[in-house]
């Protein structure tokens, strides 16, 4: 009884029969290799697979992990209980009260033996004993209702002796079944080995691409990590804008506070001083007394001259404070909004660099653009300077100077490429139009109005400049790396060039209405440029 339940556990419930060659999905069912496969397979074309035996979903195709434990038990079993599996399917055919798994199979009698009756069967030769069959029709021929002894190779097809001697056979090269089995056997397993080695091939593959995935999934999560750090900074850096800017105006609105409060006090007791004055002359004013009124001092001594001369001075003095103040407020927080704007500004360049949506641009540099005393590697990523001429034909398009422009030209978009400077005393990386002269100084990268460029080299003692149409800036920045990025974006007119260190640093950006496709364009002296990117 216990053998009984436990097959019932073996059993894949597609087939109904024990598991061959079991795998799981990831709800944790088991089933047959084969026969998930084939359900999978009707359920391709509709976006949805799920588990036969609990309905779950899953969006992709599912992965089959084979269940090696599984696997084992079922082989265990089969090995300790021999006839479990031959009981649900070819029986005895003599054994009629209780079903008793067959051993052979005779052909003659069209019937399967146990081993009981298989002591006791016909050892005649016409009684052809064969592996347990149901289908024991199939083995004669359905003309002649002899057995199958023969394999005629040119009709691929298993016939009797009459078909041979006598039937439709007949003349036909014919083989023993076993040497015609034998053969395809050997064809068989030649095709097994190829299909296994294009299997073991498949799962390489296939565990390649789980690499690439869980690489992937690693990098990607190791990206939002860093841009959420990024994005971390940038908010501390505004919040700490904001706090700068609130406490200069705070402290701006203080200042102007306490010296408009000192001047409004002034005014409020020349404002009581002249309120008491004015009421003294309203009562003279009302005397009928004409004595009275007249030895009073004149209403001209009521206001004395130098005082009077002070008031207006003071009211001068006041309102010009209200003005200036008015004045340098308005400077103050003009200066505020423009430090906020260049500093937001600044803080977006690093954001659009750092997190640029697109790839790198694939960047090969044009052989036939180089001049004689550059080396261009193999992989048109690498420009060197060599005393050794190479001995290129001398062209309209080949500069004079050693420099070289890419065969990769821009007329839309956004791009970005980087450069690793090695070894290099003098060098430019920059972009120019393909009208760039090729020949005299005016050929030279950002010393034209068809050509920008990053430069370091002697002829500014070493010091980073950037160049165009022979105006240079000379920059502020201490520069400490050799590699730098050159971000292009067609349709705003900006090319902009950043250090690659931690945090990218950005050097310059020049403005221009791009009228021609735009090349990247490379001057080396004594060292080399490599582009990096994409191989």
Known sequence: MASVVLRKELECSICLTLYTDPVTLRCGHNFCRVCIDQFLNTQDGSGDYSCPECREEFQERPTL???ITLCNVVENFLSTHPHQEEIT???CTYCIHSPVPAVRSCLHCEASLCDNHLRVHSKGPEHVLTDPSTSLETRKCSVHMKILEYYCTEDAACICVSCSLAGEHR???VEMLEEASEKKKK????VLQKLITKRKKTEERVQSLEDRRRKAQEKAAGEAERVTAQFTDIRRRVDDLEKKVLSEISRWEEKMSLSLSDVIQKLEIKKDELSRKMRHIEELCNMTDPLTVLQ???TGDLCDPEEEGG??????????DEDTGGHDGADRGAELISHISHTLSAMIRDINVTFHVQDPADILLDVNTAD???RISDDLKTATWTEIRQNRPETAERFLYPQVMSGTRFTSGRHYWDVDIRRSGDWSVGMCYPSIDRRGLQSYIGDNNKSWCLYKGLAYNNQFSVIHDSKVIRLPHQISSDRFRICLDYEAGQLSFYELCDP?????????????PLHAALFVHDGSIKISGRS
């Open 171 to 173: 003349g036909h090269r």
């Open 296 to 298: 009073e001092p004149d």
């Open 311 to 320: 008031d207006e001075d003071t009211g001068g003095h006041d309102g010009g």
């Open 504 to 516: 990218i640093r950005h050097l310059h950006t020049f403005t221009a209405a791009f009228s021609e």
């Open 187 to 190: 064809k068989l397993r030649n």
């Open 65 to 67: 992990k084979r269940n």
């Open 89 to 91: 399917g070819i029986c």
């Open 372 to 374: 004689n005393n550059l």
